[in-house]
């Protein structure tokens, strides 16, 4: 274990500090009331510190998680948002958090996640140096601030991730496991199939048709 965080201290440094930054920041728009503008759409609060990682989509997430799924036609309603990233906020809820600290805290240690499991998948892949550049670089891109909103994304990321590794490693039940998860979170995760297909189809031509038949299973 010691040997195995000594390898990755960098990329945990840079991906847990990276979200440090967007939390300060976020606070800091907070304290200084800035920038101005509108209020927060779908009835958000603006009480807590970190509110405005929870504005927009997150709002919908957690009426999904409080109340349910409702729809209303010829209405914006819920049913558009998939059900992951919900009910880990209302399992969170049942212990006692709020809403917006379980989003948070979900999708800030999520992304940690995310980012290393990126960082092992491309160590299968490519060069060391590629792989530790590829992952630092990713958890510093200025977009990556959504990864710290109280959206799925970050559930997703390290899903998706982590059902890339294990299908690198030919542990495929675990591998779809993963891939399910992330196909609860985002509709984007069916193109997961894409890339575990052609490993698949690789490790058939490889190892065999029993294990083909199980990779592509």
Request: no cysteine.
């Amino acid at each position: 274990m010691t040997a195995w965080l000594r390898e990755r201290r960098a990329i945990l440094a840079v991906a847990i500090g990276s979200r440090v930054l967007v939390l300060a920041a976020a606070a800091a728009d907070h304290w200084l009331h800035w920038p101005g503008g509108p209020p927060p759409p779908h009835g958000a609060s603006t009480s807590h510190t970190l509110s405005i990682l929870s504005y927009w989509d997150g709002a919908w997430y957690r009426t999904v998680a409080d109340q349910g799924y409702l729809l209303i036609p010829g209405r914006q309603s819920d049913p558009a948002f998939f059900p992951l990233f919900p009910i880990v906020l209302r399992g969170l809820n049942g212990l006692g958090l709020s809403f917006l600290t379980s989003g948070l805290l979900v999708a800030n240690v999520a992304f940690v996640v995310g980012i290393v499991a990126f960082y092992e998948v491309s160590r299968r892949l490519l060069p060391l140096d590629v792989a530790r550049t590829s992952a630092l670089l990713a958890s510093l891109f200025p977009m990556s601030f959504v990864f710290s909103m109280t959206y799925p994304e970050s559930l997703v990321l390290a899903a998706l991730a982590l059902a890339l590794v294990f299908a690198l490693d030919g542990r495929w039940t675990l591998s779809a496991v993963a891939g399910a998860a992330a196909a609860l979170g985002r509709p984007e995760a069916i193109f997961f199939a894409l890339p575990l297909a052609a490993i698949a189809i690789g490790r058939a031509r490889a190892s065999g048709r029993v294990a083909g038949g199980r990779a592509m299973g």
